[in-house]
């Protein structure tokens, strides 16, 4: 079955930086596009990456443009987000999503992975 | 940006009951293939989201009949025919077809009357 778990959250300082992992398993990783998703405590959904399968083209939400690279490596079954100048605003957890067929977009989400900026 | 409005916000439903939650995109998602790109998720309280539906009214593996979804265009209706206990929790649509970015409605809260 199809499993997605993060890893990587935690407490980090505003202008500080964290890398967040997804581990894949149950399907072959390197035919999906992948997602990071985001929920800020009690609000809703925003999606903030997406790469394609072979990672050669990626895609962000202006929120964070600039700010985080999404990236994966396909021999590790891997994604993973690197989140660079941190901000209060970006507290939130964090989900990988899969992309069934490139056209749905979404359809498995990991369990997420919190992070907190603050001082 | 495609703009996801779903109505309404909060959904207070007797068990048993039916229970409907609309989506309006503010483009037609309508894609060139042919079939429009419109999904439902179920994210239950402590929870990560859960697909239920797919391009408007397929329901995805495991997912209880009681659920179907339905519209065209630009107008979506996600509908629960009887309400059980395990329903509560809030439920997004979401669009893919126009992107960067992939956006959700603010999602519908449902609760148990």
């Known amino acids: 079955q199809v499993q997605l778990v993060e890893s990587g959250g935690g407490l980090v300082k505003p202008g500080g930086s964290l890398r967040l992992s997804c581990a894949a398993s149950?399907?072959?990783?390197?035919?999906?596009?992948m997602s990071w998703i985001r929920q800020a405590p009690g609000r809703g959904l925003e999606w903030i990456s997406y790469?394609?399968?072979?990672?050669?083209?990626?895609y962000y939400a202006d929120s964070v443009k600039g700010r985080f690279t999404i990236s994966r490596d396909n021999t590790k079954n891997s994604l993973y987000l690197q989140m660079n100048t941190l901000r209060a605003e970006d507290t939130a957890v964090y989900y990988c999503?899969?992309?069934?067929?490139?056209?749905?977009?979404?359809?498995?989400w990991g369990q997420g992975t919190l992070v907190t900026v603050s001082s | 940006d495609v703009v996801m409005t779903q109505s309404p916000l909060s959904l207070p439903v007797t068990l048993g009951q039916p229970a409907s939650i609309s989506c309006r995109s503010s483009?037609?998602?309508?894609?060139?293939?042919?079939?429009?790109?419109l999904s439902w998720f179920q994210q239950r309280p402590g929870q990560s989201p859960r697909r239920l539906i797919y391009?408007?009214?397929n329901r995805d593996s495991g997912v209880p009949d009681r659920f179907s979804g339905s519209g065209s265009g630009t107008d979506f209706t996600l509908k629960i025919s009887r309400v059980e206990a395990e329903d509560v929790g809030v439920y997004y649509c979401?669009?893919?077809?126009?992107?960067?970015?992939?956006?959700f409605g603010q999602g519908t809260r449902l609760e148990i009357k």
């Open positions: 790469i394609t399968s072979s990672g050669s083209a990626t």
């Open positions: 391009q408007v009214s």
């Open positions: 149950g399907f072959t990783f390197s035919d999906h596009y």
């Open positions: 979401m669009q893919g077809v126009y992107w960067p970015p992939i956006t």
């Open positions: 483009q037609s998602l309508l894609y060139r293939d042919g079939n429009t790109y």
């Open positions: 999503a899969r992309d069934p067929d490139t056209t749905n977009k979404v359809d498995y």
